[in-house]
């Protein structure tokens, strides 16, 4: 049963992310027949205001570190990824955890939820920006860079900012059943349920490299997309052998070359989506997929959703369909 939810703020904590906790858990609905929850603000002292990232923006705790006992749900905002946590809090955490409490991460909330030691072991997520620091401090955290939210059970991390409502809906919709989420989703005007599979919609950055010595190469691939290239040609223009440029390759970019091209050119597929009306096929032609059928296959696997998706949730206004 979820009955009683704390929020555990650390400052400066996120406003956006707090209010998210706070409008699905927070807000008093049983005028329209759902159930009512007790709802706690935490810190680490009572009464005392805590600084929010928003400038100018303060939150006043009523509830101590104590506030957490008896919890159902502890849900954590997204707050400093830094390691400089007060042990009370890590310790209350914990407490609340091993006396069954329900731990809901949102956005970087998750590094409060690692230093607490509750994702040893275990699946989670944050947003995209925090996945590489989120491994790395936690190397026994199985951290999934796509999804929108891992629900392990005792565990829900949810990735960044709307994808928090996602997690939350969830966790209502698991714990109190149908009617009660999709009642709260109308009053936010909020989808009922996103599959918490379905990918971060991220724009990859172009694959950072180390040393200049194949730069000209890499910006030459970038801007001819819709050229074939095969290693041994990328190798002769890079004046290596087929050996050499595809170890060097590797150890400055950090992947392959043909996974680096075809990340290029889905990105490419993302904007001509996004700001075109050029047809699938079209646009497979200008980004070197050759048929719209090797498009949508690159396009679902890293993006999560087919193409024609993508340009009816994201394409700029008066553009077509695919």
């Given at each position: 049963?979820l009955?009683?939810v704390?929020?555990?703020?650390?400052?400066?904590?996120?406003m956006?992310?707090?209010?998210?906790?706070?409008?699905?858990?927070?807000?008093?609905?049983?005028?329209?027949?759902?159930?009512?929850?007790d709802?706690r603000?935490?810190?680490?002292?009572?009464?005392?205001?805590?600084?929010?990232?928003?400038p100018?923006?303060?939150?006043?705790?009523?509830?101590?570190?104590?506030?957490?006992?008896g919890?159902?749900?502890?849900a954590?905002?997204?707050?400093?990824?830094?390691?400089?946590?007060?042990?009370?809090?890590?310790?209350?955490?914990?407490?609340?955890?091993?006396?069954?409490?329900?731990?809901?991460?949102?956005?970087s909330?998750?590094?409060?939820?690692?230093?607490?030691?509750?994702?040893?072991?275990r699946?989670?997520?944050?947003?995209?920006?925090?996945?590489?620091?989120?491994?790395?401090?936690?190397?026994?955290?199985?951290?999934?860079?796509?999804?929108?939210?891992?629900?392990?059970?005792?565990?829900i991390?949810?990735?960044?900012?709307?994808?928090g409502?996602?997690?939350c809906?969830?966790?209502?919709?698991?714990?109190?059943?149908?009617?009660?989420?999709n009642?709260?989703?109308r009053r936010?005007?909020v989808?009922?349920?996103?599959?918490?599979?379905?990918?971060q919609?991220?724009?990859?950055?172009v694959?950072?490299?180390?040393?200049?010595?194949?730069?000209?190469?890499?910006e030459?691939?970038?801007?001819?997309?819709?050229l074939?290239h095969?290693?041994?040609?990328?190798?002769?223009?890079?004046t290596?052998?087929t050996r050499?440029?595809?170890?060097?390759?590797?150890?400055?970019?950090?992947?392959?070359?043909?996974?680096?091209?075809?990340?290029?050119?889905?990105?490419?597929?993302?904007?001509?989506?996004?700001?075109?009306?050029?047809?699938?096929d079209?646009?497979?032609?200008?980004?070197?997929?050759?048929?719209?059928?090797?498009?949508?296959h690159?396009f679902?696997r890293?993006?999560?959703?087919p193409?024609?998706?993508?340009?009816?949730?994201?394409?700029?206004?008066?553009?077509?369909?695919?």
């Amino acid at each position: 049963m979820l009955s009683t939810v704390a929020a555990v703020l650390v400052e400066p904590a996120a406003m956006f992310e707090f209010g998210v906790v706070c409008e699905v858990f927070g807000l008093d609905r049983t005028a329209d027949g759902l159930p009512a929850f007790d709802f706690r603000v935490c810190g680490l002292e009572p009464g005392r205001p805590l600084r929010m990232s928003t400038p100018g923006v303060a939150v006043t705790p009523e509830f101590g570190l104590d506030g957490l006992k008896g919890a159902d749900l502890v849900a954590i905002p997204a707050s400093r990824t830094t390691t400089n946590v007060d042990p009370a809090i890590l310790d209350a955490i914990r407490t609340a955890s091993d006396a069954g409490a329900t731990v809901l991460t949102v956005c970087s909330g998750a590094f409060l939820a690692g230093e607490a030691g509750l994702l040893d072991g275990r699946k989670c997520t944050t947003h995209w920006r925090y996945v590489e620091a989120l491994a790395e401090r936690f190397p026994t955290a199985v951290v999934d860079p796509d999804v929108l939210f891992v629900d392990e059970g005792n565990l829900i991390t949810s990735a960044g900012t709307a994808a928090g409502i996602d997690a939350c809906l969830h966790l209502v919709r698991r714990e109190l059943g149908s009617s009660v989420a999709n009642a709260i989703a109308r009053r936010m005007v909020v989808p009922p349920q996103r599959d918490g599979g379905q990918r971060q919609f991220i724009e990859r950055p172009v694959v950072e490299y180390r040393s200049d010595s194949l730069s000209s190469t890499l910006e030459w691939m970038n801007d001819n997309l819709d050229l074939p290239h095969t290693i041994d040609d990328l190798a002769f223009r890079s004046t290596m052998s087929t050996r050499t440029f595809a170890r060097k390759f590797a150890a400055e970019t950090g992947t392959t070359p043909v996974k680096w091209l075809t990340n290029q050119r889905v990105l490419l597929a993302k904007q001509l989506l996004e700001d075109t009306d050029l047809t699938l096929d079209r646009i497979a032609e200008r980004c070197g997929f050759g048929s719209g059928a090797l498009l949508r296959h690159h396009f679902n696997r890293a993006v999560g959703i087919p193409p024609a998706d993508y340009r009816r949730r994201f394409a700029a206004p008066g553009v077509g369909s695919v």
